[in-house]
Nanobody, 114 residues
Framework: QVQLVESGGGLVQPGGSLRLSCAAS????????MGWYRQAPGKQRELVAR?????SIYYAVSVKGRFTISRDKNTVYLQMNSLKPEDTAVYYC??????????WGQGTQVTVSS
């Protein structure tokens, strides 16, 4: 079993920055990839960024150039700069193990507003 614990959400003004963290814990496990989804009210959940075990990185077009994903062992980070009101959402960390088993964090609210 794998547990994911997120932190770092909050309220920030447009143009500001936040850093999300997601720490994975549990019995020994391998990781295929980790990343972040987000879901805004009334919208579908969308993939924001993903980093694979080989450090291949994907960004959604809407965040490319503003967000940076990184990983240190079992922790994944999302540095979010130049935040916009449309970035407001609940951000969910996820982890996929070899074989396709996926795990999710509880979600952390990010609100961008003046």
């Amino acid at each position: 079993q794998v547990q994911l614990v997120e932190s770092g959400g909050g309220l920030v003004q447009p143009g500001g920055s936040l850093r999300l963290s997601c720490a994975a814990s549990g019995s020994s496990f391998s990781i295929s990839n980790m990343g972040w989804y987000r879901q805004a009210p009334g919208k579908q959940r969308e993939l924001v960024a993903r980093i694979s075990s080989g450090n291949s990185i994907y960004y959604a077009v809407s965040v490319k150039g503003r967000f940076t994903i990184s990983r240190d062992k079992n922790t994944v980070y999302l540095q979010m700069n130049s935040l916009k009101p449309e970035d407001t959402a609940v951000y969910y960390c996820y982890l996929v193990r070899p074989g396709g088993y996926d795990y999710w964090g509880q979600g952390t609210q990010v609100t961008v507003s003046s």
